[in-house]
């Protein structure tokens, strides 16, 4: 029932709350006849038809109908409320207008009947569609010891899980022993694991304050005596991690820019995406997911997540639906890879798509250096498949998000990259139709593989901090930042275009790593005296690792655009013939399965017209 059109489910909603308004003004009339219409059926057809109307118009302004059921509270108990008044002054205007005495008591009482009615009706359904939940699912049974503000909140979460009910709480407070919180009893902790055999629980979840540390171990040991799973709540030390004395402290990226954050938000990135069908390549990962997130506040019409990836798709999916739900944008989880033609274009002419972000690739340097040929098959070809699948379907923007390691590769990672533009490039100068651009980021903090998580698992774990050369730069960004980027190049896009983001002077890591570690609230530790808390060490440059990132080919090429920390270069292109070349030439190295053949042509392939190989370390 809950898997039906969100149009259905409205209209069934909406029937029932007029069926309760109709009703409303039977019961209020048969109790306090105030308003002379008995046996007067004209009288009361427009009566009703009035509630009618009124009620469709005050559900518009209250959005009634889009109340969540299972999660009904007391602000969705107050607009309730003002529709019931808004409906009784409906009721009093009409009985004024019609000409019909009437009493301030009737019309009282049938705003009370209203606002019973309303509130019953969806106790009922929440009723009904929790017993069929419990039939259908057969949730596991849970308790959760320790019933205060973390328990309830956990309690509370759980509701919504597919696969986990609470039955019971446990707690030490004899104050809170016996009461029920959300009709969950409170069972005391002295008979845990007989109460636990008892009930049929599966798991216990604790959830105590970091105060009651030695009380958790407790209840942990005596669960693991007798199996009985047990799990603990994150809560503050997920933030704040005890070590002896000191505290570790999880740093925010924006902390470690080295720079200013830039204000992306502008009202043509919002007009560009408003009301439309966007497809996101890549959703599940770190560009992919924000970009996602971002798009919420753009008011698009659909948001079609293609990822291969089924975890990271259904927890992106888990994530989104209740705020999409809340702006009425509909979110279509897809399964699938950009290399599968036949998959996009269904996808694509299935749900119309009119946008597509590209963020689907695999970006780790290691990883794709030493997987050449399933790093080229993604992040060529399937660059190729998804923007010629685009063209045929008629998509009027393509997005490509490609990264600074495309500028002078040293990388096949960055080849890969770099021979992508190319392809976007030419597939540009044969599709008028269809919008083509590309967005370079430098490294974007907090993403997959960047090293900001890296460095503060190796501080949380006590070092050393690893560094692959005391020389490395690199250029920083948010992935807030990323994103809006790539939204705002969608919007200003022309045909064939490479935007970058104006991210100041590029910092070195080992600049980096100390301050993650002094902001973490710990020292760093000298080489000479031994003093400090965390030891940085160089471990040498990885394979296809550069001292410097670059930004663009030829610095001559950077043009303005509406936005003065947003750059848009004018590059060179490869001709039709050779893309074509290179891509028959990599086709067959893939089909061939020649790992070194296919390194010397994308890595060869990549520098192509660069005007200079000289590497550049200044600022945009």
């Not at 107050?78 to 009409?94: C, D, E, H, K, P």
């Not at 720079?259 to 990962?285: F, W």
């Not at 919007?491 to 935007?499: I, K, L, M, N, T």
């Amino acid at each position: 029932m809950t898997s039906l059109p969100r149009n259905v489910i409205r209209a069934v909603i909406l029937m029932s709350d007029f069926l309760v308004l109709t009703l409303s003004l039977l019961l209020s009339l048969q109790l306090l006849p105030g308003m002379e219409v008995a046996g007067d059926n004209v009288t009361l057809l427009w009566l009703c038809g009035a509630l009618m109307t009124g009620g469709l118009l005050l559900n518009v302004i209250f959005r009634l109908d889009r109340i969540k059921l299972v999660m009904l509270n007391s602000r969705d108990l107050m607009t309730i409320f003002r529709f019931s008044l808004g409906i009784a002054l409906v009721l009093w205007a009409a009985s004024v207008a019609l000409g019909v005495p009437h009493s301030g008591a009737a019309v009282l009482t049938f705003g009370i009947f209203v606002f019973a009615g309303l509130v019953v009706s969806r106790a009922i359904a929440v009723s009904i569609l929790s017993g069929l939940r419990e039939h259908l699912h057969r949730r596991k049974s849970v308790a959760i010891f320790g019933a205060g503000a973390a328990g309830v909140q956990l309690a509370s979460a759980m509701g919504q899980s597919p696969d986990r009910r609470v039955v019971a709480f446990f707690d030490d407070n004899p104050a809170m022993q016996g009461m029920d919180i959300g009709g969950i009893p409170v069972l005391p902790s002295g008979n845990l694991v007989q109460d636990v055999f008892r009930n049929a629980i599966s798991e216990v979840m604790i959830a105590l304050p970091d105060s009651a540390r030695k009380r958790r171990d407790t209840i942990v040991d005596l669960c693991e005596r007798v199996d009985i799973p047990v799990q603990i709540l994150p809560s503050f030390i997920d933030m704040l991690v005890e070590r002896g004395n000191a505290r570790l402290r999880t740093v925010d990226p924006d902390e470690v820019l080295g720079r200013g954050k830039v204000d992306l938000d502008t009202p043509e990135m919002v007009k560009s995406y408003a009301g439309r069908v966007i497809m996101v390549t890549g959703a599940g990962g770190s560009i992919g997911s924000e970009l996602c997130r971002q798009l919420l506040n753009c008011q698009p019409n659909k948001i079609v997540l293609f990822e291969q990836n089924e975890y990271n798709l259904y927890a992106l999916d888990l994530e989104l639906r209740s705020r999409a739900l809340a702006r009425d944008i509909e979110i279509l989880p897809c399964l699938g890879t950009v290399t599968d033609a036949g998959r996009l274009r269904h996808v694509m002419r299935q749900h119309g798509v009119e946008i597509v972000l590209h963020a689907a690739a695999y970006k780790h340097v290691p990883l794709v250096e030493n997987n050449e040929i399933e790093g080229t098959r993604n992040n060529v070809m399937g660059t190729k498949i998804l923007a010629d699948t685009a063209v045929q379907e008629g998509v009027e923007r393509f997005i490509l998000v490609s990264t600074d390691k495309a500028v002078r590769p040293s990388s096949v990672m960055g080849a890969t990259k770099r021979i992508s533009e190319l392809i976007v490039q030419d597939i540009q100068s044969r599709a008028p139709r269809t919008k083509f651009s590309m967005v370079r980021f430098g490294n974007v903090l907090g993403s997959s593989g960047s090293v900001l998580p890296l460095f503060q698992a190796q501080i949380e774990s006590g070092g050393p901090v690893t560094v692959t050369h005391p020389e490395m730069r690199r250029y920083f960004m948010t992935i807030a930042e990323a994103s809006r980027l790539v939204l705002l190049a969608g919007a200003y896009a022309e045909g064939g275009d490479v935007f970058v983001l104006d991210m100041g002077k590029p910092q070195k890591i080992m600049d980096l790593a100390r301050k993650l570690i002094q902001l973490s609230g710990r020292s760093v530790k000298d080489p000479l005296t031994g003093q400090g808390d965390i030891e940085i060490r160089i471990i040498g440059l990885r394979p296809g690792e550069k001292l410097y990132e670059e930004l663009f080919v030829d610095l001559d090429d950077l043009r303005k655009t509406p936005h003065p920390k947003i750059l848009r270069a004018e590059e060179h292109c490869l001709s039709q013939i050779e893309v074509a070349g290179l891509l028959r030439e990599i086709q067959a190295a893939i089909e061939a399965a020649n790992c070194d053949k296919l390194r010397g042509i994308v890595m060869g392939y990549a520098h192509r017209h660069d005007p200079t190989r000289e590497v550049r370390t200044g600022a945009v």
